[in-house]
């Protein structure tokens, strides 16, 4: 079903009808019709972009993710990215996690009346010509501003010795071989109930420091760290941590691949992996500061697509978009996906705003999806996120739909792995 929908996708049927109604009927006349990943990350984390608030009745809840794919097909975009497991919970029935309060107000509570959003949400998706990618969280297990009571089958209260505190969030941890396994068999559990077209993942692994005062807070892994080491594991403190995440990315990626390969497996990680690469950038460094290595599971093919979160203006002096563009496009040995985030929520209606205050007007987000049309390789980018297009601020949705995303176009085809020179 997966493969199908990507060789025979609603931009090919337009195409190929608007051929036919021309009078032109054999393939050598029908148009060439590009190929690009168009998506919004629809976030449910403290409600971001869906639904609008905590409780709603369920009709109004399914009203607001149409009007969601609504916009989206209209601008143009083929595909959502909708987080389904913000905090260790579910926008979906599931046996291994409780329902999230996002959704229904009350963590454990099903949605009123009682329906299925996650194949509501696919089935409305599909008939709008949209792929649907169900992004996961891996490790946040609380967020800051918590909905109410934790269920008691939630990780929090069921998983205790897997979680620790860090600063105000609760977070597996990521030493603990049991976080990873839970972790793998939700996506598994998804992935065999529904027909997503990929599983996603974002810029959160380690968690981003904790600062008391001027002090960096240590990340409270001494106990798992030690049993690691006296099972023979790796005893530089950092290289564990790396090795702990790089292991769950390959498991996930060489899992899903047995299990359904036309599911595509996704990552968007901050957008510098370490400062000075390439040279110039100035940052935060990921390497470090989250013990995530994207540039190593990009270039070992541990994913499908690679989503680096470039939140810059393109002539931004320290993290240019197009020179960070260009050097993930250029780590990409294996001919994955690569398909950056721009940050569309930057975008403010008061373009005086966007010298004052550092947000954007909407022609910086349509000169950075044409900017990604001059890299070699890389073909398409994810808006974070959906709500500024659906509020269409400052046009930004009218203007792509009018511009660079005028002509429909096909996701990317699925490719093989190639090997790294």
Known sequence: MHSARRVAGWPW????????????????????????????????????????????????????????????????????????????????PSALEPWSPYLTGTMGAAPHPAYDPLAFAIDEAHARGLELHAWFNPYRVQHTTPIGEAAPEHASRALGPLVRRYGTFLWFDPGEPAAADRFIAVVRDVVTRYDVDGVHIDDYFYPYPVKDADREVPFPDDASHARAVAAGGIADRAAWRRDNVDRLVERLHREMKVLDPHVLVGISPFGIWRPDHPPGIKGFDQFAGLNADPRRWLREGWLDYLAPQLYWRIDAPEQGFEKLLGWWAGENVRGRGVWPGVYTSRVRSDPAAAVTRGVWEADEIVRQISATRAVPGVEGAIHFSMKALANDVDGVATKLAAGPYAAPALVPAIRPPRGAP
């Open 13 to 92: 049927l337009v195409a190929l009808a608007a051929c036919l109604a021309a009078g032109r009927g054999t393939a050598d006349e029908w148009p060439t019709v590009r190929r690009e990943f168009r998506a919004a990350w629809i976030a449910t984390v403290a409600n971001i972009d869906w639904p609008s608030q905590p409780g709603l009745p369920a009709d109004r809840q399914q009203a607001e993710l149409c009007r969601l794919f609504d916009r989206a097909a209209a601008t143009g975009l083929n595909a959502v990215v909708l987080q389904i497991r913000p905090c260790a919970d579910a926008l979906y």
